[in-house]
């Protein structure tokens, strides 16, 4: 299963709300995760099940859809928020992950 | 909290192998799966392989498949990743995680180490 995040990269501003899509090659329920990676980090889960907030994530980070398409929100970028989100599948193996959107600031 | 600690990576000939360790803490290792995900260079996240709790199933990317074999140790809370017949290709940060319950979520990843190959 492919995912196809977009866009590949974004520049926003502090207090922007910011909105990254990702787009399954088939459906896969909601079989979705998002992760944040720094630089010279490993990842981190953000949302699981496509919309479930991982505990201690800010609520500022939201997840929606279902199927092949799928939404993570930031309602109100902080300057904390810049890196590069991956979302990720795991309705059938091989796990996939999307390709990855880097949000710069502005 | 939850730790995963990996080791073993480094510089390797075209064709050479390596094993990979990952040591956990702070968590019952013998009841979550686990998993093996890459990441090449200035590139994005590949996953490689998952191994199941008592390590009766296992699962490979295609890419790796016949090359390499994840395996745990749950007595020393520990799982490997042996690589053999490398390639280029392979040269990434290697990257433990820890799987939710039920699912194959990522909800902990180690620091990751570097595994090069090149002559």
């Known amino acids: 299963i492919q995912l196809t995040q977009s866009p590949s990269s974004l520049s926003a501003s502090v207090g922007d709300r910011v909105t990254i899509t990702c787009r399954a090659s088939q459906g896969i329920s909601n079989y979705l995760a998002w992760y944040q990676q720094k630089p010279g980090k490993a990842p981190k889960l953000l949302i699981h099940t496509a919309s479930i907030l991982q505990s201690g994530v800010p609520s500022r980070f939201s997840g929606s859809g279902s199927g092949t398409d799928f939404t993570l929100t930031i309602s109100s970028l902080q300057p904390e928020d810049f890196a590069t989100y991956y979302c990720?599948?795991?309705?059938?193996?091989?796990?996939?992950f999307g390709q990855g959107t880097r949000l710069e600031i502005k | 909290e939850v730790q995963l600690v990996e080791s073993g990576g480094g510089l390797v000939q075209p064709g050479g192998s390596l094993r990979l360790s990952c040591e956990a803490s702070a968590f019952t290792f013998s009841s979550y799966w686990m998993s093996w995900v890459r990441q090449a260079p200035g590139k994005g996240l590949e996953w490689v392989a998952n191994i199941k709790q008592d390590g009766s199933e296992k699962y490979y990317v295609d890419s790796v498949k016949g090359r390499f074999t994840i395996s745990r140790d749950n007595a020393k809370n520990s799982l490997y990743l042996q690589m053999n017949s490398l390639r280029a290709e392979d040269t990434a940060v290697y990257y433990c995680a820890r799987l939710t319950t039920g699912d194959t979520t990522f909800v902990y990843w180690g620091q990751g180490t570097l595994v090069t190959v090149s002559s």
């Open positions: 990720q599948q795991r309705h059938s193996y091989p796990i996939t």
